[in-house]
């Protein structure tokens, strides 16, 4: 449907025409009048080619305004699984509370680069301001939802394409991994063009951009170096939010009894603290091999402590909600 306005500057240039034709035909003599007749037609016949012109040029109003319109917002709980990259299970602060207006700033804060002509260019929003208002609701009520083997999956269709990823609450920071960026991958392998033909260089096609607060997950690589992972970015938490700590309760039988004899020991004074760590991570390891807590877990709380994703402080506390399972 055009615009009304194009429409009446189609309207007034032939009523304008029409009312000249009219007037000179009462007001001239014959011959003249015929002579001004005729010139008020060639007059508008031109002008009729005119109006005819500009209408195929004018743009057409939809019923979609330009900018990032999302057409589709979904938000959902997903189980932590095996084939999850990292095995968080029984290390989320879920279920978690949010104030909206913390949630919408952190979410504000979620900026992403592309590669320049030198470097990366200047940071853009992941989600526009009319996304983020409906999206943190929905996301609010999953964290609040969600228990400790649970993260939160998201997916959002604008014009510019679907963004997907999950985000979860763990030691204290919000975590955010995107895995499609506006129907971009993160990753695009390809043959650099200064390494041998064999070589391959992995390039992200786009990164996530650190803002104050803010620090990249990181994984181990093959070669046992820690390695940033720019799609994945963990975000400092205010004093604003509340962790329920809602976790599934674990009562492995014998664990309980061993941990009560090691814990009674140490505060006899018949072993040392450096034993009473050394006893109880035994028994862990063992609780770990037996099934009863997920695998990698006591490893991963030693990662996360190594590349700074946790204090000293958060080390402790996640450690003895483990042995208060047990």
Not at 1 to 14: E, G, L, Y
Request: aromatic fraction near 8%; proline fraction near 5%.
């Amino acid at each position: 449907m055009r615009d009304r306005t194009f429409v009446v500057s189609i309207a007034i240039p032939i009523l304008i025409e029409i009312r000249f034709i009219l007037f000179a035909s009462r007001s001239e003599t014959p011959h003249v009048r015929s002579k001004g007749t005729y010139s008020s037609m060639i007059r508008m016949f031109f002008v009729s080619i005119i109006v005819c012109f500009v209408a195929s040029c004018a743009p057409i109003v939809t019923s979609e305004n330009a900018g990032d319109h999302e057409s589709a917002i979904e938000v959902r709980l997903v189980e932590v699984g095996k084939d999850d990259p990292m095995p968080f299970a029984n290390l989320l602060d879920h279920p978690y509370e949010f104030y909206p207006r913390e949630l919408t700033q952190l979410a504000r804060t979620l900026e992403y680069s592309v590669p320049g002509v030198i470097g990366w260019d200047p940071a853009q929003p992941v989600f526009a301001e009319a996304t983020i208002a409906k999206l943190v609701p929905l996301m609010k009520n999953k964290l609040e939802e969600a228990s400790a083997l649970q993260k939160i999956a998201f997916a959002v269709t604008s014009s510019r394409g679907t963004t997907t990823g999950d985000v979860f609450v763990m030691a204290g920071k919000l975590h955010w991994r995107i895995e499609v960026l506006q129907g971009v991958d993160h990753f695009d392998a390809y043959v650099s063009p200064f390494e041998f033909e064999s070589e391959t260089e992995i390039k992200p096609n786009w990164i996530l951009h650190l803002n104050e607060h803010q620090a990249y997950g990181d994984h181990e690589s093959f070669l046992g170096m820690r390695q940033d992972v720019k799609n994945w970015i963990a975000m400092h938490i205010g004093t604003t939010g509340t962790a329920k700590n809602a976790t599934h309760d674990i009562v492995p039988t014998g664990f309980s009894d061993r941990l009560g004899n090691i814990e009674e020991l140490f505060n006899t004074g018949l072993i040392s603290e450096a034993e009473y760590h050394d006893k109880t991570h035994q028994l862990l390891s063992e609780a770990e091999a037996a099934n009863i807590l997920p695998h990698g877990h006591l490893r991963l709380l030693r990662e996360l402590h190594e590349s700074g994703l946790i204090t000293d402080e958060e080390l402790a506390r996640k450690r003895q909600d483990i042995l208060d399972r047990l």
